[in-house]
C-alpha cells in the first residue's frame, strides 16, 4: 500500500519554458524505463496547466506548491485548490518551512488549506521539521509531532490516510548539510508511530514519509533504502533531468 515517492520541488525557480523543456526532456528520459517510484513535480502555479498536459500520458505526477485557505471570492492574488485541481494537477506541497517562515503559514492556516486540497480531490504533501536550534536541544520529535497534530489530527483517519508527508529538516534544506539516513530513519520512525497512536497501526504503516534537504544523487540511495523513508521531496536536485534522475533510478 505505501508508496515510494520521488517529487521535485521548483520553489521560484524556472520561466514557464524552461519549465516546459524540463517536463519534454524528463517524460523522454523516462519513458520506456520500469521505475520503482511515483515521480511527481512540485511547480509555480503558472506552469500548472501547460506542464500537466505536457506530462499526460507519462509517470509524471504534478504538484502546486501551495494553495489558499479559502475556497474563493475576494482574495486578490491567491490561488484555490479548485483552481489547481482545473490545471490537471494532482497534488499540493503544504506547509512548507520557507511558506512557514517567511509567509507566515501558522498551523490553523494549514488544516484549512489541507481540507480544502483533499476536498478538491488534491493529495497534500505535507511538510514538517525542526530548526537547527531545534535540532540541537533535542526538540525535533516534538516539533514534528506537534506540526503533525495541531494542522492534521482534525481529520479523519480516512482523509489522513490521503496525505503524504515530507519530513524537512530546515537546517537541511538547501544547506548541503544532509540528515544522516540513521537521522532519517530515526524520526520517520518516530513520526509513523506518533501517528498509529493516534489513527491505527494500518493508517501508519500505509502512510509515505519523504525525505527533503540537500537530498541527491551521492545520498538519495542511502537514504531510500532505510525501512521508514519512503522517497525525497527533492529541491536543488530537481532543477535538472540530469540530477534529478539519478534520484529516480536511486529506487
Ligand atoms: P534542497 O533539496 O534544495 O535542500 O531543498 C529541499 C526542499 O526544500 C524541498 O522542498
Redesign the pocket.
Given at each position: 500500500m505505501r508508496k515510494n515517492i520521488v517529487a521535485g520541488?521548483w520553489k521560484m525557480n524556472k520561466t514557464l519554458c524552461e519549465g516546459k523543456s524540463f517536463i519534454e526532456e524528463l517524460k523522454s528520459t523516462l519513458s520506456g524505463k520500469q521505475l520503482r517510484c511515483e515521480v511527481i513535480i512540485g511547480a509555480p502555479f503558472i506552469h500548472l496547466a501547460s506542464i500537466a498536459e505536457l506530462a499526460t500520458d507519462s509517470p509524471i505526477g504534478i504538484a502546486a506548491e501551495n494553495c489558499a485557505d479559502k475556497a474563493e471570492g475576494a482574495y486578490t492574488g491567491e490561488v484555490s485548490a479548485a483552481m489547481v485541481a482545473s490545471t490537471g494537477a494532482s497534488y499540493v506541497?503544504l506547509g512548507?518551512s520557507e511558506r512557514r517562515a517567511y509567509y507566515g503559514e501558522t498551523d490553523q492556516i494549514l488544516t484549512e488549506k489541507v481540507k480544502l486540497a483533499l476536498a478538491n480531490g488534491l493529495t497534500p504533501i505535507f511538510?514538517i521539521g525542526e530548526v537547527k536550534e531545534e535540532r540541537e536541544a533535542g526538540k525535533h520529535f516534538e516539533v514534528v509531532e506537534q506540526q503533525i497534530a495541531q494542522a492534521l489530527f482534525s481529520l479523519s483517519a480516512e482523509d489522513f490516510g490521503k496525505i503524504v508527508l515530507?519530513y524537512?529538516p530546515v537546517w537541511?534544506?538547501?544547506?548541503g548539510l544532509t540528515a544522516t539516513s540513521d537521522q532519517a530513519q530515526e524520526i520517520h520512525a518516530h513520526i509513523r508511530s506518533f501517528i498509529a497512536n493516534k489513527y491505527g497501526a494500518q493508517i501508519a504503516e500505509d502512510c509515505t514519509i519523504l525525505y527533503?534537504?540537500?537530498?541527491n544523487a551521492g545520498n538519495a540511495q542511502e537514504l531510500f533504502s532505510r525501512p521508514d523513508v519512503d522517497g525525497g521531496?527533492?529541491?536543488?536536485?530537481s532543477l535538472s533531468v540530469e540530477k534529478f534522475l539519478p534520484i529516480i533510478e536511486a529506487f
Open positions: 520541488n506541497i512548507h511538510c515530507a524537512e537541511a534544506i538547501g544547506t527533503g534537504g540537500s537530498c521531496l527533492i529541491g536543488g536536485a
